[in-house]
T-cell receptor
């Protein structure tokens, strides 16, 4: 699986947008970008995924650069409950690829009051 | 409530003891996984089962065995527990639709201490 690079930590003020970057310069054409988060002591939670188009759901937006070598997860109005470790993961499409998700160390986002 | 259920939530074992961690999902997902997470670390895949009847090794399979009992249940067994297996264990499941394996759903974890 392609590897990702994320900053180890970030801070954000409550109510502001949190922009979490991820570098995946070796991503292949059939690999999706997935974002998960893990709130302290809980199991990871799926946030969003995308292939090449920008995606938005009720939790966040995912912006993928045109060359697909990096992406940004945007939490538009961060709250204290968004404090968590955020993982950016790339993996192949299911057909012909493994089913596994490989987690790195992620970005520890702290939302401050 | 729909989701992934893990039992037990906490366990203390003595070195050399054996135990089985249970995991069940009620979402009709075809794939299931076992991860471990050590303090300050990301999750590492132990074993996974892409579909009922199949299992495969992940990154750190040594010291563990798994059984995909049926589509709902995927258990993880420690035959002879060691202190190095002290960790938080997470079970997850996912479903594939076409070419895309959609988001995993994780359980709440089993906190295992081996003394």
């Amino acid at each position: 699986d392609a590897k990702t690079t994320q900053p180890p930590s970030m801070d954000c003020a409550e109510g502001r947008a949190a922009n979490l970057p991820c570098n995946h310069s070796t991503i292949s054409g059939n690999e999706y970008v997935y974002w998960y988060r893990q709130i302290h002591s809980q199991g990871p939670q799926y946030i969003i995924h995308g292939l090449k188009n920008n995606e938005t759901n009720e939790m966040a937006s995912l912006i993928i650069t045109e060359d697909r070598k990096s992406s940004t997860l945007i939490l538009p109005h961060a709250t204290l409950r968004d404090t968590a470790v955020y993982y950016c993961i790339v993996r192949p499409t299911a057909q012909g690829g493994s089913e596994k998700l490989v987690f790195g160390k992620g970005t520890k986002l702290t939302v401050n009051p | 409530n729909a989701g992934v259920t893990q039992t037990p939530k906490f366990q203390v074992l003595k070195t050399g003891q054996s135990m089985t961690l249970q995991c069940a999902q009620d979402m009709n997902h075809n794939s299931m996984y076992w991860y471990r997470q050590d303090p300050g670390m990301g999750l590492r895949l132990i074993y996974y089962s892409a579909s009922e009847g199949t299992t495969d090794k992940g990154e750190v399979p040594n010291g563990y065995n798994v059984s995909r009992l049926n589509k709902r249940e995927f258990s993880l067994r420690l035959e002879s527990a060691a202190p190095s297996q002290t960790s938080v264990y997470f079970c997850a499941s996912s479903i594939r639709t076409g070419l895309v394996n959609y988001g995993y759903t994780f359980g709440s974890g089993t906190r295992l201490t081996v003394v």
